[in-house]
Nanobody, 130 residues
């Protein structure tokens, strides 16, 4: 069993930065790939980014490439989503999720479906004002 606790988020002006954290419980967390998704009234669980269990491989949605970075520190059981140059359209509730994907699965874009992840965080609001 893995539990995910999110932190970070908040209100920021367009062009600003935020960092989201996803803390996983249990020794097994370091063996899971982790994805970030976001939800708005218009889009349900849109894929944002994912990272392999060992950090060697990631996948990002085209709209966030060059602005967002996903990373992890398995010694701290934490995955980060660094969000720079935020735009109003990035406003959403962000969720982290853990799933059993190989590094190839991540980099091949096969880990973009929210339903295929096994564990989920509680969500955190990100609001970007124009």
């Amino acid at each position: 069993q893995v539990q995910l606790v999110q932190s970070g988020g908040g209100l920021v002006q367009a062009g600003g930065s935020l960092r989201l954290s996803c803390l996983g419980s249990g020794r097994a967390f370091s063996s899971y790939a982790v994805g970030w998704f976001r939800q708005t009234p218009e889009k349900e669980h849109e894929f944002v980014a994912a990272i392999a269990w060992n950090g060697e491989g990631d996948d990002l949605q085209d709209s966030v490439k060059g602005r967002f970075t996903i990373s992890r520190d398995n010694a701290k059981n934490t995955v980060y989503l660094q969000m720079n140059n935020l735009k109003p359209e990035d406003t959403a509730v962000y969720y982290c999720a853990a799933g059993s994907y190989t590094a190839y699965g991540i980099t091949s874009g096969s880990a973009r479906d929210w339903k295929d992840y096994d564990y989920r965080g509680q969500g955190t609001q990100v609001t970007v004002s124009s």
